[in-house]
């Protein structure tokens, strides 16, 4: 059984490889951390490692890495890099850190739960009071929004007072998107594209040329290209060659992430021959979601 002192080591370890995308950590790292000497850190590692949660690297760039058993003996899930799950603070994600479970303590009332949450990182930053962000987790698309009321630094949990719990539709983008595709010609000019969102009451659309997408023009683009007097230029030399394409089976889920890291609004949405066949907004998404005016967008970012 580790001692209070040895599990402090052992979660401070995992924190420091997490973050340092699979390197080997040194004992004086982990001492800087915990504010103690690098003597002692070095004869706790002696130990652990005798108990297989410890494996040393050797060499100049060595030190040490977490077995699998640290995780276990912790209860943390061992994952990769692609299914972290981020915390947000605000509306800024807390860089560093990911949750690695989430336990709900009871359930005695829809939206008056307690969830314990395991973080892997450090979690000086996250104080009383704060109210935070969770998710989506990568199985069941499930997201979390609620104030800290208790932490436990020793094991690295957080207590939450949820306020809102959504799950995200396993449908796809197809089953959502505007499949009736508006597009303009790069050689439109501006008036006629402003007419084209005008007539169709929307306030953006794929540039298209033989069936490949150049770019997106949204009213943005037009109203600033009027603000500078150049409402004789072409949709092509206006739009905006920032585009991304998702086959129209990509999970609605995923197509948060796709917008919220390329920090656009539309997606084209594309079949099997990757040909343009449709289009989904931010506010498809945000629609496809029962209740998500109380689960903003902005927590997928």
Not at 110 to 134: H, Y
């Amino acid at each position: 059984m580790l001692t209070d002192v040895q599990k402090e080591i052992l979660q401070n370890l995992i924190n420091l490889y997490q973050d340092s995308d699979g390197k080997s950590i040194k004992g004086e790292d982990i001492a800087s951390v915990m504010n103690r000497n690098p003597g002692t850190i070095r004869n706790q590692m002696q130990a652990l490692r005798s108990l297989g949660f410890v494996r040393g690297v050797p060499g100049p760039r060595g030190g040490y890495k977490p077995t699998v058993e640290a995780y276990h003996n912790l209860n943390i899930s061992v994952s990769d890099n692609q299914s972290k799950v981020s915390l947000y603070k605000g509306n800024k994600q807390i860089e560093n850190l990911s949750v690695a479970k989430i336990e709900f303590t009871s359930i005695p009332h829809p939206g008056e739960c307690e969830a314990a949450i395991k973080v892997l990182g450090s979690i000086k930053d996250l104080s009383l009071g704060d109210e935070i962000r969770i998710g989506p987790t990568p199985v069941n698309n499930l997201g979390i929004i609620g104030e800290i009321v208790g932490r436990d630094d020793m094991d690295n949990i957080i207590l939450l007072d949820t306020k809102t719990i959504r799950s995200i539709p396993k449908k796809t983008v197809k089953d959502i998107a505007s499949l009736d595709l508006i597009s303009l010609n790069p050689e439109n000019n501006v008036k006629s594209a402003s007419s084209i969102l005008s007539d169709n009451s929307i306030d953006g659309a794929p540039v298209i040329k033989d069936n490949q997408v150049l770019g997106m023009l949204t009213v943005t683009d037009i109203v600033k290209a009027l603000a500078d007097g150049e409402e004789n230029l072409k949709v092509k030399d206006i739009m905006s060659k920032k585009v991304c394409l998702v086959n129209e089976n990509v999970k609605i889920a995923n197509a948060i992430d796709v917008m919220s890291k390329e920090h656009i609004g539309r997606l084209v949405i594309s079949n099997d021959n990757n040909e343009p066949v449709g289009i989904v907004t931010r506010t498809d998404l945000i629609k496809s979601i029962t209740n998500f005016e109380k689960f903003p967008i902005e927590t997928f970012k």
